[in-house]
């Protein structure tokens, strides 16, 4: 390869069907290790048959891919945007060779599913049970995140579907939503708050409070600002914000702190006596939720099966509410 190719020269269709599976594999150590001594013993090449392999590799491309240096190598920005799909072809590979196995043996396969908290995890609760009642050696992986960590891990192909919002507009050309339900807003705080029982206290009066915030990026976190941006008004007394809903739960029940969180979510500690509501004028809910998937990829049967069963249920919730 000459460190003179053109830049912006499209790649042929040939050269490109000339990566091969072990090519991808290459990478994924080498991105990893960032030393080709370490990328051939774990290939179980030697080194020189190594240099070969990325010569070959940054050939095909017409592209160098890593910047070599005294010490090991570094990733160019096209080098990182190939690594990046190398391990998401062979996270999918892998899968794929888990999921066949499974189903071969007489399973029902993996799911791994993204999802935010508040009712979204109660319909989620219910939505996986009655999948384990239909399918009960299917094995389900839950990880909860916010939805700006969960479009991520959706983009990488870490978590099959997710239940939860947008956070940019351009996700809708990458993702496919399906509504599913809208989620009512709470402030709360400790049941031994000053606010406690105090009828509707305006905003100003809010603002002199101390808050915890979800993150900047997080959808309720734009919600809280804009209910004080619209009235020009800024918080003026601390700040702490944090994803962790538990956390905030501890810092309420031990400090003056206000927040503002899903209603379904702090539904069950207010009954029981650990967090108070404030009876301030809110906008009645949050952006709507819903189930979240790769544009354009079919899904296979363990996605589909959910898919059918949580729009079931939430539209039994509808109907009921």
Known sequence: MSPDTPVGKP?????????????????????KTRNLRLTAEQMHITQPAATKVLMDIEAMLESRLFD????????????????????AALESHRKFVDEFNTLKEGGHGHLTIGAISG??????????????????????????????????????????????????????SQFQYEKLAAEGLQITAGAHHPLRGVQAPGLLELSRWPW?????????????????????L???????ETPSFLFA??????????SLQPAALVDKYVRRGLLTPIAAELPD???????????????????QAFREVIHSLARQAADGA
Do not use: C
């Open 11 to 31: 790649l042929a269709n040939p050269q490109l069907s000339r990566l091969r599976f072990r090519h991808l594999q290459f990478l994924d150590i080498l991105g």
């Open 68 to 87: 070599r240096l005294a010490r090991g190598m570094r990733p160019n920005e096209l080098g990182l945007f190939t690594l990046r799909y190398a391990y």
């Open 119 to 172: 009712s979204a995890a109660r319909l989620l609760i219910a939505a996986v049970a009655e999948l384990q009642r239909l399918r009960p050696l299917l094995v389900v992986k839950v990880l909860e995140q916010s939805s700006d960590q969960l479009i991520l891990w959706l983009a990488e192909r870490k978590i099959d579907v997710m239940v939860g919002r947008f956070t940019d507009e351009s996700q809708r």
């Open 212 to 232: 915890i915030l979800y993150p900047p990026s997080t959808a309720l976190r734009k919600v809280s600002d804009d209910i004080f941006n619209r009235t020009g």
């Open 234 to 240: 800024s918080l003026t007394s601390g700040v702490v």
């Open 249 to 258: 739960l501890e810092l309420m029940q031990s400090t003056d702190m206000l």
């Open 285 to 303: 809910r949050m952006p709507d939720y819903g189930l979240i998937t790769l544009q354009g990829e079919p899904a296979n049967t363990a996605v």
